[in-house]
Every structure is written in structure tokens, then in C-alpha cells.
């Protein structure tokens, strides 16, 4: 490339007025645009969780408050140059982003193949940060559970106490000195270990793309994976906010990037303004004044903020709210993370909107395939922790994983339940 450019070796980096002010280019088309932070840098289509993708028209400025935000995340944990082990479908709104973070801090990135092998790609990329979704970390933690759970003695014992006081030190609470003594004992005898099975050069995960349950934050900080939960929508081009590595509270997705003005409407609904909120749907006016009133962005998401810190926290999708035929509210994103965090089952889907009761639609773990007692089980330990109007009182399982190919799942592995619900309204409407 440089010796088409005819650049010597020396001149190896040159900004953009340079080659213009050269005639690098000999292009007479290139001149000055008069490019406004305003201005329209790309379209981005939504996932379609909801019903059909929307393409989003995203600002340089939203695109650029952006990644401010995460190079002020990123700052405490970069001391020499970063590697990023990425995955995530490069188009994604949320990779969009990290790929232009991972340019401002000058990283070193590593492609996973598939993510069948990712896994043995952390291992050989020995990535200081990585990016991901929730569901991600909710097969980490279940593979890391499994082993765990197959130790015994002091080995056992060793795990329990490192696991306990990893909370009790993320939670801010005070400890003895024997207790300090043996934390930095799990540090040298567990959270080395572990972390030499990611590479060993790990600084932090962070955790977008979806609301990761607070059980698994509080594991994989515990046992030495710092893990940074934030929150985005495609719409705001997409980061909202993101935990800090110094005050981690993985019930919350952190305080808004600086720019990002977000308040709680009387309704719940989280609402967000400023220069990261997208300049509109591509040819639906419409559709984007629906969600752009008086320049608030309505996410559709409900959440509260700590009065104190500041630190957001999001409690349910809007849309995703289930009304039972008795008028009570049901969330059933808590339900079915609790469902999922067994590692009997890998996916579920509750339902029961308008109905007198839930049910779930459950892909069991292949080797619990045919064993439905086992599965039956699971749910009823679940139930255990349920209200009465959140338990699951019939399921249905099927043998089908929810995909991106089979287009039950969007790229950031959520459920689009729509989709779902119409591919198998027989099944669960047998239910009832």
C-alpha cells in the first residue's frame, strides 16, 4: 500500500491533510466536505428483536462521545499496549464501537474463529480485555461451576472461601485480618490459576449487549475475572453507561458516559438524551418520532438510578413484560436467567402473556436431552425462589438450539421471542 502511495519507509503514518495537501490520492473527486459533528456517519440495523430491523442513522459526534467514554473505562487498565481477542459480528453496533476503541489505544486484536473454539482462542490470544454478551458468561459460568463443583476437601473448601470473600471485597465489606490473609492466599492458590486458563494477561470482561444476571457478576468477580457490565442500544450509537474497574456493582451497568443525560420516566422507562442518541430511523419519520420526544430518546428498557452515585440500573424490557390474565406484571428475563444458569438447560423461553399461568418452552443440555425428571427438577428448584404467579407451571421441551442461522437469536445471542413464540404457537398453546 505504501508503495502504491509512493511513501518512503519513514512516512509510514500521515494524517489526512497531508495525502491531500500531496495529492497522495491523485483523486479529483476528494475534497472538503465540510463534515459537522452532526453530520450522518453510518447505518446501523437493530437486531429485530422487536419485529423487522431498523436501520439507525448514527452522528460522528455520537459515534466519537462514544468512544471517549471508553477510552476513560479502558484508561485504568491499559499499561502497555492492549490486546482484544473480538467475536462479536464486526457490523454490530456494539463491536462498531470497541473497533474504533481498540484503534484509539493502538491494540492488538485477534479474531476468533468460531465459537465453538473460543475458548482455545482466549488461551492463545492471552487478551488483557475482551468484550462480550451475557450469554457468553452464562456458559463460562456454568462450565466453571461444573468443575468447580467437582472438587472436594480442601480443594472444596479453598474454592467456597475464595468465592465468598471475592464477594464480600467487590461488596465493600469489611473484613478481619484472617480474612484479609486468606483472601491473598485464594489470590496465589485460585484467582491465578483461573486466570492463567484465559491467558493470564487479563484485566477485565466487559459485558454488553443485554442485562447480565447479578449472580454471575458476582462469581466471575470473585474468582478473579473482573467483569464490567454496560449498557447500550443501537440508538445511541450504542454505549450508555459502563461499570468503572475501580467501583464495580454488578447489580448496575455504571454511571452514564459523560454526554449521556439519562433520567427515569414515571412509567419506568429509561430515557436518554444527548449527543450519542441517534439522528433517526433510515425513511421511517414516523417510527422515530415515536421514540424521540423532545430529543429523549425512549429505550423501551425499565430501570431506576442510585439517587447516591449515580450508577444506573435496569430492571426489565418494557415489550418483554408479561400481564397475566389476572393483571399481575411479570418479568420474564429474572425468570429465565435463573432457568438458565442451571447447566442442565442451555436456553428457555418463558411465556404466558394473557394466560392464567407460565410456561416455558426449554433446550435442555444435550446429555439431559431425554431425561425429563432431571429437567423437572431444575424447574422445580426454580419455583422454589418464584412468587406464585412466576412459577412455571408446564414446560416443553425441544431439541432445536435458538441460532443466528436458524433466526431464533439476534448477534448479541438474545431470544427474539416473536420469532419464537410463531415457530412454536402450536406447542405452547398445548399447554394451556
Not at 468503572?244 to 452514564?256: F, L, Q, S, W, Y
Not at 412509567?267 to 415515536?290: F, P, R, S
Amino acid at each position: 500500500m505504501f508503495h502504491d502511495l509512493n511513501i518512503s519507509n519513514k512516512e509510514k503514518y500521515l494524517d489526512f491533510d497531508s495525502i491531500i495537501k500531496n495529492d497522495l490520492l491523485n483523486d479529483d473527486k476528494i475534497q472538503d466536505t465540510n463534515l459537522k459533528r452532526s453530520s450522518a456517519a453510518c447505518i446501523i440495523y437493530t437486531s429485530g428483536t422487536g419485529g423487522n430491523p431498523k436501520g439507525v442513522i448514527l452522528s460522528h459526534g455520537g459515534i466519537l462521545n462514544n468512544l471517549v467514554g471508553a477510552c476513560e473505562i479502558m484508561k485504568p487498565l491499559i499499561d502497555s499496549r492492549p490486546v482484544f481477542l473480538t467475536w462479536l459480528p464486526l457490523s454490530h453496533s456494539y463491536e462498531h464501537c470497541v473497533q474504533f476503541a481498540q484503534i484509539a489505544v493502538g491494540a492488538k486484536v485477534f479474531y476468533a474463529e468460531k465459537i465453538e473454539k473460543l475458548l482455545d482462542n482466549i488461551s492463545e490470544a492471552k487478551p488483557t480485555i475482551m468484550t462480550a454478551v451475557p450469554r457468553f458468561y452464562q456458559n463460562l459460568y456454568n462450565k466453571i461451576n461444573i468443575s468447580m463443583k467437582k472438587q472436594t476437601g480442601i480443594k472444596a473448601k479453598l474454592i467456597e472461601t475464595t468465592i465468598r470473600l471475592g464477594k464480600k471485597k467487590l461488596l465493600n465489606e469489611k473484613m478481619t485480618f484472617f480474612e484479609k490473609l486468606l483472601n491473598l492466599l485464594a489470590n496465589i492458590l485460585v484467582r491465578k490459576k483461573v486466570k492463567k486458563q484465559f491467558g493470564g494477561n487479563l484485566k477485565a470482561f466487559v459485558s454488553g449487549g443485554g442485562a447480565l444476571d447479578k449472580e454471575i457478576g458476582e462469581f466471575l468477580n470473585s474468582i478473579g475475572l473482573p467483569t464490567l457490565q454496560g449498557y447500550g442500544l443501537t440508538e445511541t450509537s450504542p454505549v450508555v453507561s459502563c461499570n468503572p474497574i475501580h467501583k464495580i456493582k454488578v447489580e448496575t451497568v455504571g454511571p452514564p458516559f459523560k454526554g449521556n443525560k439519562v433520567k427515569i420516566a414515571e412509567d419506568g422507562e429509561i430515557l436518554v438524551k444527548g449527543e450519542n442518541v441517534m439522528l433517526g430511523y433510515w425513511n421511517k419519520k414516523d417510527e422515530t418520532a415515536k421514540v424521540i420526544i423532545d430529543g429523549w430518546l425512549h429505550t423501551g428498557d425499565i430501570g431506576e438510578i442510585d439517587p447516591i452515585d449515580g450508577y444506573l440500573k435496569i430492571t426489565d424490557r418494557k415489550k418483554d413484560i408479561i400481564v397475566s390474565a389476572g393483571g399481575d406484571n411479570i418479568s420474564p428475563a429474572k425468570i429465565e436467567n435463573m432457568i438458565n444458569n442451571s447447566s442442565e438447560i442451555d436456553q428457555c423461553m418463558v411465556y404466558g402473556d394473557k394466560k392464567n399461568y407460565l410456561v416455558a418452552l426449554i433446550v435442555p443440555n444435550k446429555e439431559f436431552l431425554k431425561n425429563k425428571e432431571k429437567i423437572n427438577s431444575v424447574i422445580d428448584n426454580v419455583n422454589k425462589k418464584l412468587t406464585l404467579v412466576e412459577k412455571i407451571k408446564k414446560i416443553q421441551l425441544i431439541d432445536e438450539n435458538f441460532s443466528i442461522e436458524n433466526g431464533l437469536l439476534t448477534p448479541t445471542m438474545k431470544v427474539k421471542r416473536k420469532k419464537v413464540t410463531e415457530k412454536y404457537k402450536k406447542e405452547l398453546e398445548n399447554l394451556y
